[in-house]
């Protein structure tokens, strides 16, 4: 067990001043289970603060026995399902189901159109992606958020949820129209960090939905109008998705700080 050093107990008695909001909540979540560090931190408390403290505890004991029984204690189940889904992911991922299996029968269809499952494999993850870290869709965001485990860490999660789901769709989608399979995931996966990369900065969703938007307005409809793969998606273009792929998730990790705090642009 790592116990907080004594500086960052001081600083967390405090009032926190110098601590991000994960090194906060990491202190919290170590006092509630350390009876030493507790003891170390009300030595650091100043008369005014642990007189308040005495009248809260007073109140707080008072309010629990009169209160109902405590609430039954959360399944292991519940808790793996907040961190790697939120039950509003579920539609979005149902239309980029639904969006590939279109593409596939217009290919079928219509074979002297472009690809559509090449072109839409880049944006088929971002409606999943958009709503994996958003405090607009997600009805427990900020109480999720609050916990240790939030930040970079819960996006990669729930990221990967999407993933499981929109890749294998992908590879099915590509076998069944002959694609390039590497020109299917690729795109796709480049995309993804590429959202969460930008995502640290203006917001996942907001990142998400521009993204699919510009692929949309500057080579998906441009290429169904000249019918004709642009030069991004023709054989020898893996190379270049490759590289942009690995950059964007360095650049990702790199953004570690940026999630950890509750004013996110979604």
Known sequence: MTHPTPTVLDRYADGGGGLDDAALWSVEAHLDTCASCRARLAENLGPTTAELLDRVAVSLDQAVGAGPAPARRRTRAVAVHRRWLAWTLLPW???????????????????SLPSLVLLLAPVAPLPGVAMAWSRRTDPVWELVATTPAAGLAMVLRRTLTVLLVVVPVLLVAGMSTGTSLALTL??????????????A????????TGLGAAWSAVVLLPSLATQSLPPLLQPGSDGAWATAGVALTAATALTTPHFRRLTSGD
């Open 93 to 111: 991922l149902a239309v980029s189901v639904a969006v590939l299996g279109c593409g596939v029968l217009l290919d079928s269809a219509h074979p």
């Open 186 to 199: 690729l795109p796709c996966l480049a995309f993804t960090a590429a959202a969460l990369a930008l995502g």
């Open 201 to 208: 900065f203006v917001g996942v969703r907001r990142a998400a």
